[in-house]
């Protein structure tokens, strides 16, 4: 088994990962919103060291569809709190054996306006990968194990633009990075000492292929995702 490295529990140790900017300026409100969790699971990688599992949607969804996620949803009222769901999301979604995964640290919860939810990401650490893969295809479209070499390379970034909206984005192969998965993993690579510069000056505009069915066909300078 390979024990989770020092970044990661350093990470997992950090009390200050709610003053990071993405975090901050994301607070829950005090009404509350539908609670729901994803599971940021890093693992020792196969060769080209540590990578965390990705899945991208299914593009017939009608919510996000081709968009690469966190595995993770709702919470259910079954759930023993947001590490519960998110373990419990991740099997039904990916097929992943939790009794496999070392939870780290609950990190703090960020609310997604447009979708009015508050998400509690879970941090993990997989001491020994066990399989993983499509288990919905109506729901996900293909699991990844991404290696963090590839997330941090200057020429795998830039920033994501459709009109008003700027954000982080990432392209690893055929995986378009933006909107929430990609600022939680701009913020944590950040936290944990591991991103390098990029040109942030360099935009690239929203794929066709990852627009919610809202999003199609309108023109992008005016209109905000």
């Known amino acids: 088994m390979t024990p989770a490295p020092d970044w990661l529990t350093r990470l997992a140790a950090r009390p200050d990962v ?19 969790a994803v599971l940021v699971l890093f693992g020792p990688g196969t060769g080209a060291g540590p990578d965390v599992v990705l899945t991208e949607r299914s593009r017939g969804l009608r919510s996000h569809p081709g968009q690469v996620s966190f595995p993770g949803g709702r919470l259910d009222p079954g759930d023993d709190g947001p590490v519960d769901a998110a373990l419990r999301e991740a099997h039904e979604e990916v097929g992943l054996d939790r009794s496999q995964v070392e939870v780290l640290a609950e990190l703090p919860t960020l609310h ?12 993990a650490w997989w001491e020994r990968p ?20 590839e997330l941090v390379a200057a020429e795998r970034r830039f920033t994501t633009v ?8 990432f392209e690893v192969g055929d995986l378009f990075v933006w909107g929430f998965t990609a600022m939680l993993l701009d913020a944590l690579l950040d936290l944990a000492g591991l991103a390098g510069p990029w040109d942030v000056s360099l935009e690239r505009g929203l794929p066709e292929r990852v627009r919610s069915p ?5 023109d992008p300078s005016a209109e905000t995702p």
């Open 18 to 36: 709610g003053e990071h900017p993405w975090f901050a300026a994301h607070p829950v409100p005090a009404g509350g919103a539908r609670r729901s």
């Open 112 to 123: 997604l306006a447009p979708s009015e939810s508050a998400v509690t990401p879970v941090l």
């Open 130 to 149: 066990g399989r993983v893969g499509v288990v919905d295809r109506a729901e996900v479209a293909r699991v990844d194990r991404v290696p963090l070499a």
């Open 162 to 169: 459709f009109g008003p909206y700027r954000g982080p984005g």
């Open 214 to 218: 809202w999003m199609r066909g309108l």
